[in-house]
């Protein structure tokens, strides 16, 4: 067949029964495309679990004033009080005072300090002023009113110097337990403090070997180093999973932060009611040099010992802690 004989073919309209053929399937294809149609549509209204799902719940965040997004929990209702933690932990660190003071009627509420945790890991701010800069942003965007302010190791460092650097307006009491005020190194000035050997040492292995270290200092944190010690090993694995949420600036900026800053005038100018708790084997941030001299410092605080326990005390004696937490807020 030649070229002309195709197209001759080609242009020839199709017999009636082959166009008959077309249209019936055609019809068909439509009914089948309908019926399931209507089968999707009951479908959707028998079986609701095939609807779409609900958007996800956002985590509750606020910006720092340079933008670094601090992340924040906040339980419960009633009165206000805010946790300030330790290095290089989170929030979760306060949960056990957290859920017992919002099983109590009050409103919790704890950040994680920019670097650690969900926070924004920024290279920059990594100091007890921007710290508690970061502190008065989530205050004030929460609008709290005459809260009380917990600070555990350099969340207390953190506490005194929000106050010394905003004052007490959303203030009515504050307690630091175990916290580091006034000045953790060893200088002319304080001859009772740490030496800087050992803070250099903590740098040291922060850069080496971050999670080793975090676990070899789990050990001295909740006091497992001592004979009769009760310290699970769920604890300190716990206390690792923290840290490394941290970032490295973090880890290593805040070592200076935490152990060279002088809180001394920020005690003085404190007037609030105050609650020190601090452990008499506190092997991190020895109590002779701290809650011994802070207390004095302060205007209106009452020292509490905790014989024989360690730095991590809100852990180790949370039920003792939880107890003097509530009747100091209620009193």
Known sequence: MDSNDKEQNQEQPQQPGSRRQFVKAGLQLASAAAALTAADRAMAIDAPSLAPPPPPQLMT??????????????????????????????????????????????????????????????????????????????????????????????????????????????????????????????????????????????????????????????????GANRPGSKVSEGVRRWFVSQGLQAGMPASYFCVKAFSETDLTADLKKITVPALVLHGDDDQIVPIADSAMLSSKLLKNAKLVVYPGAPHGMCTTEKDKVNADLLAFIKG
């Open 61 to 222: 965040m606020v910006s720092a004033k340079d933008g670094t997004p601090i992340h924040y929990k906040d339980w419960g209702s009633g009165p206000a009080v805010v946790f300030s933690h330790g290095w290089p932990l989170t929030a979760d660190a306060f949960e056990d005072q957290m859920f017992f003071l919002a099983q109590h009627g009050y409103r919790v509420i704890a950040h994680d300090r920019r670097g650690h945790g969900r926070s924004g890991q920024s290279w920059n701010g990594n100091d007890l002023d921007t710290y508690a800069d970061d502190l008065a942003d989530l205050m004030d965007k929460l609008d709290l009113k005459k809260a009380v302010m917990v600070g555990h190791s350099t969340g207390g460092g953190e506490v005194v110097r929000y106050l010394g650097r905003h004052g007490a307006r959303r203030v009515s009491k504050i307690v630091l337990i175990g916290a580091i005020p006034p000045v953790m190194i060893k200088s002319d000035s304080n001859p009772g403090g740490t030496p800087k050997e050992a803070f250099d040492g903590i740098r040291a292995g922060v850069l080496a070997d971050r999670a080793q270290f975090f676990y070899d200092l789990s050990a001295p944190f909740y």
